[in-house]
């Protein structure tokens, strides 16, 4: 893919992630998709699954679950960092 296609990956499944479980930005969550993809991606490999679609819809599906557990993750760290503070 080139970069145009994975900032539009990013946009779109940080963004759908972000209006589920609360978003960090416009830019923040471009970067939670981007990286949510690569996350994305080792869970269905580590689950032995692959994804209901195919093409751009299905790498725009991985992402959005990795973005979803990568917001979890930093939602969990944030609220844990306030009690601490």
């Known amino acids: 893919m080139d970069l145009i296609t994975w900032l539009v990956v990013g946009l779109v499944a940080g963004v759908l992630a972000s209006l589920l479980v609360g978003g960090v930005g416009l830019i923040g969550d471009i970067v939670v998709g981007i990286v949510g993809a690569f996350v994305g991606g080792w869970i269905f ?41």
């Open 45 to 85: 490999r580590q689950l032995g699954v692959a994804t209901p679609f195919s093409g751009l819809p299905g790498v725009i599906f991985t992402a959005f679950v990795g973005a979803v557990v990568l917001l979890l993750i930093l939602h969990l760290v944030a609220k844990r960092r306030r009690v601490v503070m």
